[in-house]
């Protein structure tokens, strides 16, 4: 009897050490998060939903003199309880000029008119990635990862939002775009407001 319960033991530890993965489960695990896949999927099947509803960028501005709390809470998004917030929004207007690093546009609006810089050289930082707040930290299971779909959306749009703009654009053009931009809520200023582009067009009269 003793030996037949030490038998039925070992087959119970056996068969509870014992497990099957599918081979395609067990290959994504060996290669690890792909942070460009995830970013492409992103770009393509989340982000153009978001951006669909972006806030006019003068209406925004023009909801800030007015109820700032409101502008914040609507329509901003970010991963901490900081000051620092993303907005998506969209425009369009004037290209004033065509510089080095930016394109500066007077915005056409039934709002504020402003003029905003289109960043066409320096893109960097989170604010696409959380200006939706679509993309949650707790899908990830480390920081880096996260980090890493920062850095392939940003290259997304240095190498296929930009290029062909710039190979066009020019002083007086008529365009429209969107983007996200980073505001801090406790001090607020809207003075060279840096729109990171996700889409960018010139109209064509």
């Given at each position: 009897?003793?030996y037949?319960?030490?038998?039925l ?5 056996v068969y ?6 599918k081979?395609?489960?067990?290959k994504a ?6 942070a460009?896949?995830?970013a492409?999927e ?8 978001h951006?669909?509803?972006a806030?006019e960028i003068?209406q925004l501005l023009?909801?800030?003199?007015t109820?700032?709390?409101k502008?914040?809470?609507?329509y ?10 993303y ?7 004037i290209v004033?000029?065509?510089d080095?690093?930016?394109?500066s546009v007077?915005?056409?609006?039934e709002?504020?008119?402003p003029?905003v810089?289109?960043a ?5 930082g989170?604010?696409v990635?959380d200006?939706s707040?679509e993309?949650d930290?707790n ?7 996260f980090n890493?779909v920062s850095a392939e959306?940003?290259k997304?749009?240095r190498q296929?939002?930009i ?14 775009f969107?983007?996200?931009i980073?505001l801090?809520k406790e001090?607020?200023?809207t003075?060279?407001i840096?729109?990171?582009p ?6 064509k009269?």
């Open positions: 009897m003793k037949i319960a030490s038998l033991l070992v087959a119970v530890v509870n050490s014992v497990y099957f993965k081979l395609n489960e067990v695990e060996a290669a690890g998060f792909n460009a896949n995830y492409r992103f770009w393509n099947k989340k982000l153009p939903e951006t669909g509803k806030i003068g023009a909801l800030f003199q109820d700032k709390e502008a914040f809470a609507d901003s998004h970010a991963l901490g309880i900081g000051n620092v917030k907005f998506l929004v969209k425009g369009s207007g004033q000029s065509v080095e690093n930016q394109v007077r915005i056409e609006s709002k504020e008119k003029e810089f289109i066409t050289e320096y893109v960097f989170n604010a990635r200006a707040g993309i930290i899908e990830f299971t480390n920081s880096m990862d890493n959306i940003n997304i749009i296929k939002v290029p062909p703009f710039r190979a066009q654009v020019k002083k007086g053009d008529r365009i429209s969107s983007g996200a980073e801090n001090h607020l200023s003075r060279s840096e729109v990171i996700i889409d960018l067009r010139i109209i009269e």
